[in-house]
């Protein structure tokens, strides 16, 4: 078996093709984390049902995703109405698009 060549890593990271370095300009101060503009792409919610049967399996029956959360609580209302013991949901996937800004744009 031989071992794959290792080759030094500059001390400061330039780009492979040009040798320039990498510049990150950042401004000091707070960040937060909100959702994306709700147009650019939706979110996607999945439910899983976590209900045990009487002998301890778990249901495991899935929402199909819907970008439309309402949707998926409806199919757990439905599930419930179907098979009354199943009462517990686990959110699978929650696919919503967000975004770092800062807290106060700059002026």
Request: aromatic letters at 6%.
């Amino acid at each position: 078996m031989s071992s794959m060549p290792t080759r030094e890593l500059p001390s400061v990271l330039t780009h492979m093709d040009c040798q320039e370095t990498n510049r990150i300009v950042t401004r000091f101060g707070g960040w937060k984390l909100r959702p994306d503009d709700p147009r650019a792409v939706p979110a996607r919610y999945v439910l899983s049902c976590v209900s045990e049967d009487e002998d301890g399996t778990v249901c495991g029956e899935t929402s199909r995703p819907s970008a439309d959360a309402g949707a998926v609580a409806e199919w757990a209302r439905t599930h419930t109405w179907l098979d009354q013991d199943h009462r517990s949901y686990s959110l699978d996937a929650a696919s919503v698009p967000m975004v770092l800004v800062p807290e106060e744009e700059p002026a």
